[in-house]
């Protein structure tokens, strides 16, 4: 049977060599499990930085986007949503890789696969609060703005990403349990609205599995890859796992 895999906050880029081939290389071992038929989700924050211009390819992920290639050649379908490093997604993906992108502007995505219900986001600008992030992610992702930045040279519109996405983390609350705070509250709160089985997300690099106040409801985090490990989440034959690459 086939299977639905998820992962979130790779952010490739960030770190030095060495780290950058532990993550290339943890990619490669996932992706080389799945099979034809499978279903891979990015929620966010693969890059730690992406800017898309309309002739140019930034240089740095020439191997993961062969392994991307091989994976959709393959038959596994791959969705990759936007996260707060990587926003503004293009059509590359789509066009060159068999990549769908979706824009979660409007909400979460939900779908469902083998009659249970998922909801998937990367989470950033979720839920209450946090005005100050929303009122720069609204600025950032306005059309009018990344038609000026994609009309730079590449080398500064590349550098000036770069420093976004550092405004981003250093913005970002130090409290990893305010954070993971706000997103559980806010599947909560969505639990309350619909029924689902699963809400998944990233972005506060806080991994973990909690049952919701529905029974069979859980809320889910995938955790990050920057700290040394390869997590993501799993579902088939009828059970959700978080495990390691």
């Not at 059309?143 to 040279?153: A, S």
Request: charge should be neutral.
């Amino acid at each position: 049977m086939a299977a639905i895999y998820f992962i979130s906050d790779i952010h490739l880029g960030l770190q030095d060599e060495g780290e950058e081939r532990r993550k290339l290389e943890g990619l490669r071992r996932l992706f080389a499990a799945l099979r034809e038929g499978d279903s891979l989700y990015m929620l966010g924050d693969v890059f730690d930085y992406w800017m898309e211009f309309r002739q140019v390819i930034p240089k740095g992920f020439t191997g993961f986007f062969c392994l991307l290639l091989e994976l959709s050649n393959r038959g596994v379908r791959v969705t990759y949503l936007p996260g707060n490093h990587d926003f503004y997604l293009g059509s590359f993906f789509d066009r060159e890789l068999g990549v769908r992108t979706i824009d979660t502007v409007d909400g979460p995505l939900s779908f469902e696969f083998e009659g249970r219900r998922f909801i998937v986001a990367h989470g950033d600008g979720l839920g209450e609060g946090d005005g100050g992030y929303k009122f720069f992610a609204r600025f950032v992702r306005n059309r009018f703005n990344l038609g000026l930045l994609t009309g730079f040279h590449p080398d500064l519109a590349v550098g000036l990403m770069k420093w976004l996405s550092r405004l981003s983390r250093t913005h970002k609350p130090q409290s990893r349990v305010m954070e993971t705070d706000r997103l559980l509250e806010y599947a909560l709160s969505l639990e309350r609205q619909q029924e689902f089985d699963y809400f998944l997300c990233g972005h506060n690099h806080s991994g973990g599995k909690k049952e919701l106040r529905r029974k069979g409801a859980y809320y889910v985090n995938l955790g990050s890859w920057i700290e040394g490990g390869t997590p993501y989440g799993v579902f088939e034959h009828g059970v959700f796992q978080l495990k390691e690459s």
